[in-house]
């Protein structure tokens, strides 16, 4: 997978931002920053794209809304599935599978541990064939540690085909000191959207699941906590087509008990062929605390990126009011040549 998530996040350095965008709205706050391979760097994008494709998503939003209370009981153990959706468990991979998901990682260490105390704070590091963005939640020196993630997608069909491009949705562990890593990787191939399963301490890559790549999903990841402990052994994964109400989910037990941490939102691109510059979202993104309350997003958030020598890494956050001050965002990137 080449650095799913920034295999030497734990060495990144600490570095000066850059506020380029700020704008205040009744239900939202968007804030755009971003560092080039050698520093400071500022990236501009057509604001009126932004405002179209802000238009669409909260279109989108006011779609399905009867999936994020079904989505809460599948977390809180009501459902073990959608009621009436046609439900099957994720599929056995295969060396073709493996060809369409990005090259595994070498082993992950922690994410930072340097202290992270504002909500803009950006860390980057330079990469060698890979540009990347992480739009993190929760983790030390934050209100709150993340556990559960789930989000919303229909921008599939703008990643880059043959895995050059992969969108992730990450929730990060601690073990024994160190980091793990699970997450659900999303590529594409010509019509098809590949999602496979990533479980670091059951050796990587796990099962996988398709659908045409213009569906509209819900895609999450929990891993089974009691109420007001970090602790968890069992870990679910599912994603569910909205378009057509099929679920497809896989529970994996891990092989020692894991405490909750970070999640993420990444955007990761192989440098050696050029980004398309089109925006990649999640929305209806929410994290949700030791508790399995929703968290303060924007109180939780921080920036890190791998620079590149040949792309920009870009981002936005919209956050939103729903269910509380900023409990749901819309997560925009996108890479753009140098």
Not at 46 to 62: A, V
Not at 312 to 326: F, I, L, M, R, S
Request: charged share 25%; with cysteine.
């Amino acid at each position: 997978m080449k650095k799913i998530l920034a295999i030497g996040i734990i060495v990144l350095l600490v570095c000066g931002v850059v506020l380029v965008m700020a704008q205040n709205r009744s239900k939202n706050e968007v804030a755009c920053t971003s560092l080039g391979a050698t520093g400071k760097k500022n990236y501009t994008y057509d604001e009126d794209e932004i405002t179209k494709l802000r238009q669409e998503i909260e279109t989108q939003m006011r779609e399905y809304t009867w999936a994020d209370e079904i989505a809460y009981d599948l977390i809180t153990g009501k459902y073990d599935r959608p009621p009436g959706a046609r439900a099957e468990e994720f599929l056995p991979l295969n060396e073709d599978i493996l060809a369409l998901l990005p090259d595994p990682p070498d082993p992950v260490p922690a994410l930072p541990v340097q202290p992270r105390t504002s909500q803009t704070t950006s860390s980057s590091s330079v990469s060698s064939g890979i540009a990347a963005g992480y739009q993190v939640f929760g983790g030390d020196d934050k209100p709150a540690y993340c556990g559960t993630v789930w989000c919303r997608t229909n921008s599939i069909p703008n990643l880059k085909d043959k895995a050059k491009e992969w969108h992730v949705i990450h929730q990060w562990g601690r073990k024994n000191g160190g980091g793990t890593e699970n997450c659900i990787v999303i590529t594409r191939s010509g019509d098809l959207a590949f999602f496979g399963s990533y479980v670091s301490s059951l050796g990587g890559y796990q099962n996988y699941t398709k659908f045409p790549a213009n569906h509209t999903f819900f895609i999450g990841i929990h891993p089974k906590h009691n109420s007001d402990s970090r602790e968890y052994n069992e870990i679910f994964f599912w994603v569910w087509d909205l378009t057509t109400d099929e679920f497809r989910s896989k529970t994996y037990t891990l092989p020692e008990t894991e405490l909750i941490y970070a999640v993420d939102a990444a955007l990761e691109h192989d440098t050696s062929v050029s980004p398309n510059s089109l925006w990649k979202s999640f929305y209806k993104f929410s994290a949700f605390d030791k508790d399995l309350e929703r968290v303060d997003l924007k109180a939780n958030f921080e920036w890190l990126e791998w620079t590149s020598p040949e792309m920009n890494n870009e981002h936005v956050e919209d956050y939103y009011d729903t269910y509380g001050p900023n409990t749901e965002a819309t997560l925009w990137q996108r890479k753009t040549p140098k």
